[in-house]
């Protein structure tokens, strides 16, 4: 899986867009069902934060890219992932799903690994960001996005899926090729930093946060009525794309995340019952005062169409 960096900066410069090429008042706003507004409203909103996950990590991997073509990638795409929120906040609004000035509330289980990658982020491993991002991205952040055009009917819902669906294209081709070089160095050196860097105590509480994320995103899928299939195939995405490269299996952490997400995608897996469905209840429990308050770059988010 060459990739060449070079052309896909130029490609990533050239194909840059903004919420004003939209025209947020076209007609179709109406083609949202009373009844899927609650649950879209709550999808939507997970969603949004999932493109804040996103983008804090490739802000965290642009000051730790080993090379400066891969920092500047790394930086656009933080600014998409926040693109990709806040258009997403502009269909929430072009819908009527949020009042004046609000960011709508995001499930406990991103709550978390938002709070644990504001803190952590800056301090972990490039190779181990750069191996949990392809996951996340393969999975949620570009997978989600694509389960939805299917349910909902507005056109400029399409327009604006599919701008963030060839962004999301690029991030997945850099993501399994920074993947791929992780795995491509001498064994000792891909066994201290892919064993030795998931086993700190705080990656544990990474992980311990990172584990009920795909179960409970899951359960939102199910909900908003949509095929929990999809996710799994979009999870074993991970794992056929890492695959085929000579060099990414060789990464213990990449078969960690591939274990774990084959687990999720097997219904009738004891991981359900015994640690998935278990860490998701518990969860919701997690007291709201812990979590304190929300970060303040959220604040950055705008439905407004600026450029
Ligand atoms: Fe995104
Ligand atoms: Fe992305």
């Known amino acids: 899986m060459a990739l060449d960096l070079d052309c896909t900066l130029a490609k990533i ?3 840059q867009w903004a919420l004003a090429d939209f025209d947020w008042d076209a007609p179709g706003a109406d083609k949202i069902t009373d009844e899927q507004r609650p649950k879209l409203k709550a999808f939507m909103a997970d969603l949004v934060w999932i493109e804040q996950v996103g983008g804090r990590a490739f ?4 000051t730790k890219a080993p090379t400066e073509v891969l920092r500047e990638i790394y930086t656009y795409f933080h600014a998409e992932e926040q693109r990709h929120a806040n258009a ?3 269909l ?5 799903m949020l009042e004046a000035g609000e960011i709508p509330e995001p499930n406990v289980n991103i709550r978390l690994v938002i709070d644990w990658l504001d803190k952590h982020a800056d301090d972990t491993p490039l190779a181990t ?3 949990i ?3 996340l991205e393969v999975a949620l952040d570009g997978a989600l996005v694509k389960f939805l055009v299917d349910e909902v009917a507005d056109p400029v819902c399409h327009q604006v899926f ?4 060839a962004d999301e294209s690029r991030h997945l081709a850099v993501d399994f090729h920074v993947l791929e070089m992780l795995g491509a160095g001498p064994i000792y050196r891909i066994l201290i930093s892919g064993v030795g860097s998931l086993l700190t105590p705080r990656i544990l509480i990474g992980l311990l946060y990172y584990t009920p994320l795909l179960s409970r995103m899951r359960d939102n899928i199910i909900a908003m009525g949509l095929q929990e299939q999809q996710l799994y195939d979009a999870i074993g995405r991970f794992g056929r794309t890492g695959d085929r490269s000579p060099t990414t299996g060789r990464n213990p952490a990449y078969q960690v995340l591939k274990f ?3 687990m999720v995608a097997n219904r009738s897996h004891p991981f359900h019952r015994v640690i998935g469905n278990p860490l998701v209840a518990l969860s919701a429990r997690y007291p709201k005062r812990l979590l304190g308050s929300l970060p303040t770059w959220i604040s950055e988010l705008t439905h407004e169409p600026v450029a």
């Open 13 to 15: 410069k050239d194909r």
């Open 59 to 62: 802000a965290a991997m642009a």
């Open 88 to 90: 997403e906040l502009a």
């Open 92 to 96: 929430m609004n072009r819908w009527g």
């Open 129 to 131: 960001l750069g191996t």
């Open 133 to 135: 991002i392809p996951m």
């Open 162 to 165: 599919a701008r963030i669906n």
């Open 260 to 262: 774990h997400g084959e």
